[in-house]
């Protein structure tokens, strides 16, 4: 059986470059670098990740469109600072068939300026407002820095929201509203992280303000998951989404946008995974229990019944099970299951059968107990609870014992993970700590980031914590 | 209210072109052409048929996979008869950023040379066979022809199923399974369709035949809504999808695919709507039953809470409802639902209240009929029933009434829809009937082909029946 080179626990990036390939999540051989395959797991489990985001977007009233890939250069040209973020990661095409196209045409790196000419149209009064749209799509990017599966791809799996206000209170309470969303969306995948706000030298391009949702992965650098974007009237000026007001003025909308992608997948790789493979956080899991019968000459027959009712009593729950029937030895099952990390192994053999029992092995503590035939339906739907919280539990401990708030760069340099430094509020204090700790700025606590202690560098007075990662 | 400029029983192709706007389904003034807006109502009903097609392929066991969007040129030219079907039509990436790209990629028309060199790294033995694969996503065909919402566009919403088989006779089983989830899909979505195999200069480029699953639309035209292929080994050859079979002997794969796209949507506008806007099948309907509340002053709390009671008795039984409580007369309420086609609305009044009754009214026939409250959630689950077949076997009589099998040209002339003349076997005599009809060469029929009498324009023996239409 074919196992990761490395381990987890001794090269975390070499253990989930091997993960991602030997756990059938994509295959990286596509002849173009940084655009791989997505695998029939690795694609289930982004569905099942994709339709909790659904399900959050219904519950909040977003309504699900898709705009063109591809942007005119005109179009994509209207907002200067955006322009000048993305001008140099954007894919161009310029021919169709052997034809050159009179005007150059872009694929999308996020979908501000194919949306905002339509909202322009399709938004005239304050009765069309909030208008609260998403859309689930590829978008592109030239990334020129090492690629990495689900972290650092060209062609990206990507959410966007895209909403429109009357004024910036009421986009305010969107923004409200997305942070409440992620709390909910990260809870499932067992996923403690971290809201930060940007700082003005690293927010989106066009934003107004920029909060960042970050996870720390077992490397010790953060990996930055979503973020929700103030944009005030940024872009509704110059694409002239405009509504008339109670009254008949003519007034400029407020926008958020909202935009998470397929590095969810690989938090949850890198966060959950350990020596043996993936361990999927059950809400998720293409597969929650499997079942192995622990076939003996002359009893197959009890067994693989005893194997078949208990699928079709799981399967009565709206549990994800799957019976694993084929002809190799049951250690040979429990490795490719263990590797794919499948929540919940059940072992039925001819002992089990007789005596009106069933073996329970969990993927995440290796915990292996009997339960009796009458139980084992509660007791698996209780287990895969456990094992959701036991898995948030476990990263949130994790995050919390390397975040660190401390006074001075020297306390800073000792330790790993994410550090919390007095900032004065000048780039240049921050710029300089990030040399000495070799390390980017994060951002600014949203919450509890008052600060009295002076800059480190320059001794001013601080207006807030700032923290500082290793990122990806 | 707006309505369609046109009626559809008047001028059917100016009524498509409006009708796609005016029930929110797209908007088509996206700066590029060909490439539309899919609106939240079209995106929604898109949403329900990829459901369908995604149900079929896990019954089938067909497994989802996601393949970049990109095909390096490389890659496009190992197949030759393919790249001189698309070279023309196909739209090239030449930049990244401000860089120009060592080798040129291409945006897929479909994905087999960005499938199969992976396919060969796949598949090494009989035991990985066979490989049964789809993708769900977005195509890009450079048209030239005038473009038609849904129907002729240059960003196309894309199924694609790629399967790999140990011979010729295992991928012609293949074929049959996709001839029955044809079956089974279109039914579901109350479209007649003919099965017909291509002529060999118009089947798709590589394949070895070609089988086409069209309907005819109310202009008279047939619209092809997908097709399946065999490829024999033509594309395992030069893209190296070999195995290794049982003793030892290297064998090439035996490959299919079956391609549909959202010309099914096109296909449903057209064919169920009517003066008063779409018609939706049941079974997809973004909303199956609008229930409108008849307010007068003094009631309105009697008749909002028996809506409230119906939609949630009609949620539970698992149907998509929605009450509508604008503001607004409940005739421009009737007027919105008819023109997005909700099959069945539901009207309550303070006299239906005082009566233990609701008022029933099918979109397709506008009947009407007042239920007793007991009766109500047995009687809307028949109507839909009945509307889906009353649909299809409204569509089924005009296909049958417009499919004409004659022995002369002369005959056939004064037809209209679908005509099937004698055929000898040569494509100069299907061109020329091609000219006379001024239409194109549809197929030969799959079943009940055999014909006795002679080619009318060559007087030679036929070999089969042919058909011949005006196309989209």
């Known amino acids: 059986m074919p196992e990761t080179k490395v381990k ?37 489990l982004m569905s099942h990740i994709d339709q909790l985001i659904r399900d959050e977007m219904k519950k909040t009233n977003h309504q699900e469109v898709y705009f063109p890939l591809l942007i005119p250069e005109s179009s994509f040209k209207k907002e ?8 140099s990661e954007v894919y161009w095409i310029t021919h169709a068939g052997v034809n050159k196209l009179e005007e150059k045409w872009l694929l999308r790196p996020t979908s501000e300026t194919a949306m905002y000419p339509i909202f322009s149209l399709w938004i005239r009064s ?5 208008l609260k749209t998403y859309q689930i799509v590829n ?24 909403t429109c206000h009357v004024n910036f209170e009421d986009a305010e309470k969107q923004i409200k509203e997305d942070k409440e969303i992620a709390k909910r969306l990260f809870d499932k995948l067992c996923l403690p992280f971290i809201f930060g706000k940007r700082p003005e030298w690293d927010k989106f391009a066009g934003a107004d303000y920029t909060i960042s949702i970050d996870v720390l992965m077992p490397s010790f650098r953060t990996l930055q998951l979503g973020s929700i974007h103030q944009y005030r009237d940024n872009f509704s000026k110059p694409y002239d989404i405009s509504y008339e007001a109670e009254g008949g003025k003519h007034e400029f909308c407020h926008q958020t946008t909202y935009g ?17 493979g993936l361990v999927m956080p059950p809400e998720v899991a293409p597969t929650q229990v499997v079942i192995i019968p622990i076939i003996f000459k002359g009893k197959e027959k009890q067994v693989l019944s005893a194997c078949e009712t208990l699928y079709e009593n799981l399967i009565k729950e709206g549990l994800r099970v799957q019976v694993d029937n084929r002809n190799i030895t049951p250690g040979n099952k429990y490795y490719t299951w263990e590797l794919k990390g499948v929540p919940i192994r059940v072992e039925i053999g001819p002992k089990d059968v007789e005596k009106n029992e069933i073996v329970v092995v ?10 009796s035939n009458k139980l084992i339906v509660k007791t698996i739907n209780e287990e895969l609870k456990s094992i959701a919280k036991d898995l948030y539990d476990k990263a949130k401990k994790i995050l919390n014992d390397n975040q660190h708030r401390v006074k001075t760069v020297e306390e800073a ?33 949203i919450d509890d980031k008052n600060c009295s202690h002076p800059c480190p560098i320059c001794g001013d007075k601080s207006i807030t914590w700032m923290r500082y990662a290793k990122t990806y």
């Open 139 to 162: 978008t592109f990017r030239y990334e020129t820095k090492q690629t990495r599966a689900f972290i650092r791809v060209r062609e990206i799996h990507f959410f966007e929201a895209h």
């Open 413 to 445: 340099k000792k330790l790993k993970g994410i550090v919390e430094l007095p900032w004065c509020g000048k780039e240049n204090c921050a710029l300089e700590i990030e040399n000495i700790l070799d390390g980017k700025t994060l951002g600014e606590p």
């Open 126 to 130: 304050h009765a069309d407002l909030p």
């Open 8 to 44: 987890k626990t001794e090269d975390f990036n070499e253990w989930y470059n091997e993960i991602v390939e030997l756990a059938d999540l994509c295959d990286k051989r596509y002849p173009i670098k940084g655009m791989n395959v997505w695998r029939p797991y690795g694609w289930t």
């Open 362 to 371: 969990r993927r995440d503590t290796s915990q292996k107990k009997s339960i």
């Open 80 to 87: 200067e600072e955006h322009i000048e973020g993305f001008g």
């Open 260 to 276: 998470m992608s397929e590095r969810i997948l690989g938090a949850l790789i890198g966060i959950h995974g350990d020596n043996k």
